[in-house]
């Protein structure tokens, strides 16, 4: 497998700034790979706070163990919480895996006119 295919699909299906690595591009890649991590860590933060809320309803009893209830319980949350941040951060995620994953495109196809001019 060529080296720009390998870095694409690391780009594309692993992670952004994998395939910026594998071809040498490091300062990209590590602006990536931070940028992108640091979106994915604060859509973790906003998924587990969010459930242990409901965990935490549950367990004391306040709501009954029933999953329609607790479906609902996520529901109302959802609608109710401040979402903007975590809407940003899904947005930086998925800009910084689109130039990850284009920016191993044009090396791709740069590296194979080079090749064959």
């Not at 690595?21 to 994915?40: D, E, F, K, N, P």
Request: no cysteine; charged share 15%.
């Amino acid at each position: 497998m060529r080296q720009t295919t390998r870095a694409l699909l690391l780009s594309a299906l692993v992670f952004p700034g994998l395939g910026q690595l594998v071809l040498q591009r490091r300062a990209i890649g590590y602006s990536l790979i931070t940028t992108a991590a640091v979106a994915a860590i604060t859509i973790f933060y906003y998924v587990i706070s969010s459930a242990l809320q409901v965990v935490g309803r549950v367990t004391s009893g306040e709501v009954p163990p029933d999953f329609f209830v607790i479906r609902k319980l996520v529901t109302e949350q959802q609608a109710a919480a401040d979402s903007s941040a975590l809407n940003v951060a899904l947005l930086v995620l998925v800009i910084s895996w689109l130039v990850g994953i284009i920016d191993a495109l044009h090396r791709s196809r740069t590296q194979s006119d080079d090749a064959s001019s």
